[in-house]
C-alpha cells in the first residue's frame, strides 16, 4: 500500500496494492490508522485501481477507517473500483456512505 | 466403481489466515476447466474466501486446526464444500441474515453469509455444536455458447473492463 498526503486539502489517500481479505486487512488496517493518526486528514480516498479481489474483510475495515475519519469531522471516497469489486460495495451499501468518485482520475 | 462426478478434487490445510489466498485460488485453478467468465471466477473466489474465512475466526476462532475443501464437477455445475471440526453456529438462520455478527470487535460485516448465498447459485449450511460446520455451494457454469448467444441477445451486460 502507498499513502498520500496532500497538505492544502488536508487529504490522505491509499494506494491500495494487495488483495484484500482478512489476512491482509490486519496489516493495511494498522498501517492506515498509523497515518490517519499522524495527519489527521478531512477527507481520505481509497484507490482500488491495482486491487483485484476483495471479500467482505475489506467491507469491515473501510467502514472502521469510514468511522475514524468522520469523528474527525472528514469523510471518504473511493476511486478506480472495479466491476466485480463495485458489486460487493453494493450489495453491502458501501456507496451511501463511502461514495465511488466520478472522475477518475490519479491523486497523488 | 463409476464416479459419480466427471471430476473431484480435495485439500485439507490449517486455519492459518495467509491460507484463504491459497484455498480460494486453488478452488479458482480447478473451476476453470468448465470455462468460466472472468466474473463468474470472480464470484467463485470471493464466496470460497468468505467459507474459509469464517471456519478461522467462527469455528476455530484463531486456534490451530484444520479445514478440508472438497470440489465436485458434473456437467457444467462445480459443487465446493468447505468444512472445518471447529465450535460450530448455534443458530444457522440467524447467522445468515445480512449484517449479523458475533464479532463486531474484529471489524466483521456480518455479510460473509450474504455474499455466498447471492454470488453462488446454492447455499447449504449444516452445523453441530462442538463438532463443526460445512458449507456446501453450488455455481452452474454457463456454456460458452450460451453465453454468445445471450451476449448477442443483449441480455448479459458484460461489466468487466477489456
Same mark, same amino acid.
Given at each position: ?8 486539502? /488536508? ?14 486487512t ?10 490517519i493518526? /499522524? ?9 482500488f485501481?491495482?486491487?483485484t479481489?476483495?471479500d ?17 469531522g ?10 466485480s469489486? /463495485? ?17 477518475e482520475?490519479?491523486?497523488? | ?57 467462527? #469455528?476455530?476462532?484463531?486456534?490451530? #486446526?484444520?479445514?478440508e ?18 465450535? #460450530?453456529?448455534e ?16 471489524e ?13 447459485d446454492?447455499?447449504?449450511v ?5 463438532l ?9 457454469i ?11 441477445? #443483449? ?8
Open positions: 500500500m502507498k499513502t498520500h498526503y496532500i497538505e492544502k486539502d /488536508k487529504l490522505l489517500s491509499f494506494e491500495i496494492t494487495e488483495e484484500i481479505d482478512h489476512h491482509t490486519e496489516k493495511i488496517r494498522r498501517r492506515m490508522d498509523n497515518e493518526t /499522524k495527519y489527521m486528514p478531512r477527507k481520505i480516498v481509497f484507490d485501481n491495482q486491487v479481489f476483495m467482505s474483510a475489506g467491507i469491515g475495515m473501510l467502514i472502521g477507517r469510514y468511522k475514524m475519519v468522520k469523528m474527525l472528514g469523510s471518504a471516497e473511493l476511486i478506480n473500483v472495479k466491476p469489486i /463495485k458489486k460487493i460495495f453494493e450489495m453491502c451499501g458501501v456507496l451511501k456512505i463511502i461514495p465511488i468518485r466520478k472522475e482520475t490519479k491523486v497523488g | 466403481m463409476k464416479n459419480l462426478y466427471d471430476n473431484e478434487m480435495r485439500l485439507e490445510f490449517l486455519s492459518k489466515s495467509n491460507n484463504e489466498a491459497f484455498a480460494r485460488i486453488s478452488v479458482a485453478a480447478f473451476a476453470s476447466q468448465l470455462d468460466p467468465t472472468i466474473e463468474e471466477l470472480a464470484d467463485i473466489k470471493t464466496a470460497v474466501s468468505e467459507a474459509v474465512t469464517n471456519c478461522i475466526i467462527h #469455528g476455530y476462532e484463531n486456534t490451530e #486446526g484444520k479445514i475443501v472438497i470440489c465436485k464437477i458434473f456437467a457444467n455445475t462445480i459443487m465446493i464444500e468447505v468444512s472445518d471440526n471447529g465450535k #460450530g453456529i443458530n444457522v438462520d440467524m447467522a445468515k441474515e445480512p449484517l449479523y455478527t458475533t464479532k463486531p470487535d474484529l466483521r460485516s456480518g455479510m460473509g453469509f450474504t455474499i455466498m448465498d447471492s454470488f453462488m446454492d447455499l447449504n449444516e452445523s453441530i455444536l462442538g463443526g460446520t460445512k458449507v456446501t455451494m453450488k455455481k452452474v454457463q456454456k460458452q455458447e450460451q453465453k454468445e448467444e445471450e451476449k448477442q441477445e #443483449g441480455k448479459i451486460f458484460s461489466s468487466f473492463r477489456i
